[in-house]
Every structure is written in structure tokens, then in C-alpha cells.
């Protein structure tokens, strides 16, 4: 330890278990013990509490401890309080919390030590925390080797657990602090003593407050335990002090302990005995496995335990003498000096094994990485270009921090959808791989799972995998993949994250409910979901009912388009207007064509509205529904019809050109993530007539283009609007942001935000 003693982040506030623990540590010569100072309000920590005592052994410096203190280290730790933790600790002893776990393995270059204390039968860490943090975070694990510990309170607890937990196990029995005081129990107050919490607010709780209730009527009774909302029973005693505490562990006649988890015992029986008060227990649980399989207080039935207690209340003293007396064996198991001998040799393992822990930490900034961008359906256009935004930003971003990364822009291996054209403007450092979807059945995707190491939490049927031909993007540390259209569950071979640019079904009728509920399914297994607006992490939120800590916004990504660069199509003053859409249903071409119309018709519209997009030279060929309706429009006005170009899908060199040459550029959309079409017009100096929606508008704000809006619903609005841009145009051209302004989004710029965002991934 390079001659400083050694120091351990104990990350959990459980008073009791802080009391043990802190004494084991001290008993091993480890005398600097940091514990947190918050703890999340909520009802898993109704036995926290803080301690500032422990400060005063820590010989670090005062104003790095006070930054220690202000963190919270259920959640997102900052990066100056683990570089300070790097620093000075070597040990972080951390609870099964989810959030905290992923922080702390991320980040933390010591040994790390998991405390679990046991589960409901039938459940598993192994599997909570590969629904929690997805299946593929267990490489991480294990990509520790030696500096990562599962530290199961219990011995038994490892043959619930899968292979990367039964490898690193590492028992620290889990005890009780305090001396006896059996001597000074009364029993004067002739009533069941029975703990159960959250009565009010934990399900879970409710039900075993009725079951108690319902099995021990007629009986006396009082109920401990906190209870975060007041229950309507004078017997239910709620929060009471210490001093109140241990008189009612005195002065009880008796503690009722319902539990038959094998798995998982509460603190409160210990306490009793070790206050001397007779407890009666049910068979089957975990005081079973600590010695209690004979003791006089084991009741195989509610009827057995009833009227044993009926006994005790009854003044039945020789039976209250047999239990008292008898019961002590059950805390032997839990008594500090005989713990200690299974701490002493287990924890030694983690001590001998930090310095070679140190020898393997986490990737320095100069480790190279190798991250898959994969676009999972055709795209092209706007949807392609982001992905190939997204793919340059991150690797912009790895470069600027002083990262090596190589980075592989995954596509359908379809030569009709992708022409070597439709990357020419790729980066030549990020590879192109063409892959195809392979769909597993689960038996199958079990084995493979099994084979790579990792648990498969979720059900799913089928189950798809990138098949490259090679090595299904295995050599790749994360894949993200560009939207969440996926026909089932990716098999989470490796973590993945997803860009999802909007939630459209929310809004148009787009997909049937049970693609609806499998995109959603897809997006909850992701390590994280990034969007660019706000409009869409809302939706993110509240129609996909992603947790906020899964969500991470990210500033819109733009290409910049030089005008010097480009050669306009027309030499002559603008005489079109360019409207750049697809067949989707939400670009709302109904409305656009009675505007159209009106235009023309009505407004005597002078400039040609020409269309580009994909397919968009069969716009009026279509058979689809919701295009129908334009036979007739067009059919019905000459001057329409006269006035329309249908240009289909330009090449990015053409369209820029064609767009260049434009006098403004027109979208229509009803509702979606917005266009960064805008934005590409405002780089060649062309303003832009939008429909009016949020994500437009938070385009607009954070590239100050000063757009001119429309009524996307309301076909007299948008023509109305198309006169005043070609009459005003010029003008609206003035109120275009600043070379400078639209330089301060660039890539460059932006990079950094998405380097960040996807290196918590890694």
C-alpha cells in the first residue's frame, strides 16, 4: 500500500450493520472507514442513518473530505469524488443497489466488494442485476478479475448465483454488535411484540400485517417497525425512539418472527434475544440453518405458534425459561468474535490481492476502443446521415479526450439499399461492415449466452443477433444501435445502447400494439437510450416508461454544409422552392397538396415546388392509404400540376446543389424528432417554412434559425404562409444565424457531450 494504511469506502448507511462491520474493519488494523453522508429518503433505508464520527480517524485532506461528503453515492458520484476516492481508498464496500454498483465499477480503480444479505426464495442477485443493468454488464465484472468480490452475508446465499458471483465469492458473515443483557428483561407487559414496516405503503408488508393480524386475534399485541404513512391502528406503534426501543425489547412479554424465507432473516429476533425476550419463530426460514431446527420457539404452524404464545402470555414461566434459555445458540452465528475468524482469513484475500488488483485497473485514457454504430433497417437520407453524424461525433469526441478508438458503422449487407455512394462522405478512419439479422429461438439463445458466460434474464421467443459473417461484432466493447426498430430483443452478447430520435407511434397510428410493446421491451433491456430533444425524453419517460437514469439527452447533431463549396443548379434568381419529405404518414402530404393547391389557385403562387426524398418520385404512383388522396388534388389543378418537379432521392452532392438554388426550403411534417434539413439550409444561406411542433422548435433555439412557422393542420395557414415566404423571403434570408453561430454546433463543438455520454457505456 505504498507505506499509507489502507482505507475503505464503506457506501451504505445501515446503523446496525454499520456497527459490526466498522468493528470487524478496526479488528483487521483498518482504522480509515469513510461512510456517506445522504442516503436516498426512501422506504429501502428506513434503518439508515449517518455517522461523522468515522471522519475524524481519515488522514485525508479536509477539503477533499468535505467534497466526499457532499456526493451521493447511491447515484452518480461525480468525477472529482472518485478521483479522490482513486487517490486515498483501496477498498469500496458497496450495497445491491443497482445505480451504485454501476457507478462504483465504472469508476473505481480498487477492489470492490458487493454485500448481499439475502433474497426471497427463488430470486437471484445474478438475475436482478441483469434485468437492472442488462446480462452484459457481467463481463464487466469480470473483466475486473481479482479487484471484485461478492460478499455474501451468508454462506448458502452463493448456490442461488451464476458463474461470475460463485467465482468471486467471498463469504463475510454478516453479526450482530452489543453485550448480552438477558439478565435485565422483564417481560412485565403481557403482549406480542411484532415488527413488521411500510405497513401503509409496501404491499409486500400489508400482506403480512393482515396474515398476523388474522392469525393472532383475541390476542394482545403491539406492531413495531417504521411506518412512512400512519396507519389507522392504535397497535401499530411507528417510529419510537431508542431509549423506547430497548425498553420495549425489555419490558415485552414475547416477539413473534414470521418469516420462513431460507434466505433472508431481519435483525429483530437477534435483537430480542439478545435482550433476553422469548422469541417464537417459524419452521423453515433462515434461523432454521442457524441452529434452530430443535429449539422449544420453532413452530411448524400458525396453530403450534399460537398457542405457544398464548402460553407465554399466560404466565406459562417454565416454557418462557426453555425458550430463553435454549434460543441463545441461535446467536452464536451472529456474535462478533465469531465472525471474525471467517472476516479475518476472507477479507485477508482481498487485502493480498490489491496490489495486484492495481496492476488491472480500468483502461487508462490511452486504452483503445473499438465501439459499433449498426443502422438495423434500410435507411437512407436523413436517418442514414444521422447515423453516420453520431458515429463521426463519437469518434470526434474519444479524440478530443485523448482516447484511441476505432469505431464500425454497421449496415444490412443489401448492395440494392447501400451503394458505396452513400458513404463517400464517411470518415475514412470509421469502417463500414454489412451484417444481416440472424433470429434465435430461446433454446438457442440460452446456449449462446451460456457459451459467452452471461445470464439471460428476459423471455422472449426469438432473439436477434448481427451476423457479420466473422465475429457478430464480438470484437466491439458496445453497440449502438440508431432507433429502437427491432422485430424482437437484441441478444445482449455485448452492452448496447440505443439513439431512438422520436416515439411517432405515440402520435400517428403507425404500429400495431404488439410492435409497440416489443420496441418498448427493446429500449428497457438497453443500456441506455439517447435522444436529442426534449420532446422525445419526455415521451421517452412517460410513454415508454424508461427510468430517468436509463435516458440521456444529447445535443442535436447537424451536418455543415459549406455554400463555398457548393454550385447552385440555377444561376438565376430562385424561381422553386424545395420540399424535402418521404412517404411516411406523418410528413402530412394531404395538407401540403391542398395547400398546394391554394397556392397556386388561390394565392397565384410563382415559384415551382419542387420535392426530393427517398421515393419520392412515386409520391403520386403510390397505392399507400394515406397518399391516395393526392391523385385526385393533382388531378384536379392544372396550375398544380404544371408547378410540381418530382426530383425522387438526390445524391448528397445533387441535393445540396438543387437546395442551394432554392428559395426556401419547406417541411411539412405533422409531428416528429424534427429536420435537420432546416439546419443544412441555413448553412447554404436558404431560409426555411416549418411546421410548427417542439422538436421544430428546439431546433430552431439551439440554432438560432429564426424559422418561419406554420399550421401543419391547417392547409389555408400553410398556403398563406408559402406567399409570404416568396415574397419575403429575402428578408427572412437576413434573420439566418451567423456563420460563427452555426459554427458553435458543429461536431466539433458537440462531440464532446457524446463521448462522455457513450464512455459511461464502457
Known amino acids: 500500500m505504498s507505506g499509507r494504511p489502507v482505507r475503505v469506502l464503506w457506501l451504505l448507511n445501515h446503523t446496525t450493520l454499520r456497527r459490526f462491520e466498522v468493528g470487524q474493519l478496526r479488528a483487521l488494523g483498518i482504522t480509515e472507514i469513510f461512510s456517506p453522508k445522504r442516503f436516498p429518503y426512501d422506504e429501502g433505508n428506513l434503518s439508515a442513518s449517518v455517522d461523522e464520527t468515522l471522519d475524524a480517524s481519515l488522514t485525508i485532506p479536509v477539503e477533499e473530505l468535505q467534497i466526499l461528503n457532499r456526493e451521493d453515492w447511491y447515484a452518480h458520484p461525480s468525477r472529482q469524488a472518485w478521483d479522490i476516492a482513486n487517490q486515498y481508498f483501496d477498498i469500496a464496500m458497496i450495497g445491491f443497489f443497482p445505480e451504485q454498483i454501476a457507478s462504483c465499477v465504472r469508476h473505481f480503480r480498487g477492489s470492490v466488494i458487493l454485500r448481499v444479505f439475502g433474497l426471497a426464495k427463488g430470486h437471484s442477485y445474478t438475475k436482478i442485476l441483469a434485468d437492472a443493468l442488462g446480462p452484459a454488464f457481467f463481463d464487466k465484472l469480470r473483466n475486473m478479475g481479482n479487484r471484485f468480490w461478492f460478499g455474501a452475508g451468508y454462506a448458502h446465499l452463493i448456490d442461488e448465483e451464476g458463474d461470475v ?27 406480542i411484540f411484532f415488527v413488521c414496516p411500510r ?83 417459524m419452521a423453515d426460514g433462515m434461523l432454521d440453518r442457524l441452529g434452530g431446527t430443535h429449539l422449544p420457539g420453532r413452530c411448524k404452524t400458525i396453530r403450534e405458534a399460537r398457542e405457544k404464545i398464548a402460553r407465554i402470555l399466560d404466565d406459562d414461566w417454565q416454557l418462557i425459561e426453555t425458550i430463553r434459555n435454549s434460543q441463545l445458540r441461535l446467536l452464536k452465528p451472529v456474535r462478533p468474535e465469531n465472525c471474525a475468524v471467517h472476516w479475518q482469513a476472507n477479507f485477508q484475500r482481498i487485502l493480498d490481492t490489491i496490489n495486484k488488483a492495481q496492476a488491472v485497473a480500468p483502461s487508462s485514457a490511452t486504452q483503445p476502443y473499438r465501439i459499433a454504430v449498426i443502422v438495423p433497417t434500410g435507411y437512407r437520407g436523413g436517418s442514414l446521415r444521422g447515423a453516420k453524424l453520431l458515429a463521426t461525433a463519437i469518434e470526434t469526441g474519444a479524440r478530443l479526450a485523448g482516447h484511441s478508438i476505432e469505431i464500425i458503422l454497421g449496415h444490412l449487407d443489401d448492395p440494392v439499399t447501400y451503394s458505396e455512394d452513400q458513404f463517400s462522405d464517411l470518415p475514412s478512419s470509421i469502417k463500414k461492415r454489412p451484417y444481416t439479422w440472424r433470429t434465435l429461438k430461446r433454446p438457442e439463445a440460452r446456449r449462446a449466452m451460456a457459451y459467452a458466460g452471461l445470464p439471460l434474464s428476459s423471455e422472449s421467443e426469438n432473439y436477434l443477433v448481427p451476423d457479420d459473417g466473422i465475429r457478430q461484432f464480438m470484437d466491439c466493447g458496445l453497440w449502438i444501435i440508431v432507433s429502437d426498430r427491432l422485430e424482437h430483443p437484441v441478444l445482449p452478447l455485448r452492452p448496447y445502447a440505443l439513439m431512438v430520435y422520436d416515439y411517432l407511434q405515440r402520435y400517428e397510428p403507425l404500429l400495431p400494439q404488439a410492435m409497440n410493446e416489443r420496441l418498448i421491451r427493446v429500449a428497457h433491456a438497453a443500456e441506455r437510450v439517447f435522444v436529442t430533444t426534449e420532446f ?227
Request: charged share 20%.
Open 165 to 191: 458471483f460463485r467465482r468471486r465469492n467471498c463469504f463475510l458473515p454478516v453479526g450482530l454488535e452489543g453485550e448480552l443483557k438477558t439478565q435485565a428483561w422483564r417481560g412485565s407487559d403481557k403482549r
Open 536 to 762: 422525445t425524453r419526455r415521451d421517452a419517460l412517460r410513454f415508454a416508461g424508461l427510468p430517468k437514469s436509463k435516458v440521456v439527452k444529447l445535443p442535436m447533431l447537424a451536418p455543415a454544409f459549406s455554400l463555398g463549396k457548393v454550385v447552385k443548379d440555377d444561376a438565376g434568381g430562385p424561381a422553386y422552392f424545395l420540399w424535402t419529405t418521404n412517404l411516411a404518414p406523418h410528413k402530412n402530404h394531404e395538407n401540403a397538396f391542398k395547400a398546394l393547391q391554394l397556392y397556386y389557385e388561390m394565392y397565384g403562387g410563382m415559384l415551382e415546388c419542387h420535392i426530393s426524398g427517398v421515393d419520392t418520385k412515386n409520391l403520386l404512383k403510390s397505392n399507400l392509404s394515406h397518399l391516395k388522396p393526392l391523385h385526385a388534388i393533382a388531378n384536379g389543378s392544372a396550375a398544380l400540376t404544371r408547378q410540381l418537379r418530382l426530383l425522387g432521392e438526390l445524391p448528397d452532392h445533387a441535393y445540396q446543389r438543387h437546395l442551394a438554388g432554392a428559395a426556401f426550403l419547406w417541411h411539412t411534417a405533422r409531428i416528429d424528432n424534427g429536420t435537420f434539413s432546416v439546419v443544412e439550409s441555413a448553412h447554404l444561406g436558404v431560409p426555411s417554412l416549418s411546421s410548427d411542433y417542439p422538436a421544430m422548435r428546439e431546433i430552431d433555439a439551439q440554432f438560432q434559425l429564426n424559422l418561419a412557422w406554420m399550421d401543419s393542420w391547417n392547409p389555408e395557414d400553410m398556403a398563406y404562409r408559402l406567399k409570404k415566404m416568396e415574397t419575403e423571403a429575402d428578408a427572412v434570408r437576413g434573420k439566418l444565424p451567423s456563420a460563427h453561430a452555426l459554427a458553435m454546433q458543429s461536431i466539433e463543438q458537440l462531440a464532446p457531450a457524446y463521448w462522455e455520454a457513450v464512455r459511461r457505456c464502457l
Open 199 to 281: 405497513i401503509g405503503t409496501s404491499p409486500y408488508f400489508n400482506a403480512i400485517y393482515r396474515a398476523f393480524t388474522n392469525h393472532f386475534s383475541g390476542l394482545d399485541y403491539v406492531i413495531g417497525g417504521a411506518q412512512p404513512i400512519r396507519v389507522e391502528d392504535s397497535r401499530v406503534l411507528g417510529f419510537v425512539s431508542q431509549e423506547e426501543h430497548e425498553r420495549n425489547m425489555r419490558e415485552m412479554r414475547v416477539m413473534f418472527y414470521h418469516s420462513s424465507e431460507p434466505n433472508h432473516v431481519h435483525y429483530h429476533p437477534f435483537e430480542a434475544i439478545q435482550a433476553g425476550m422469548p422469541l417464537v419463530f
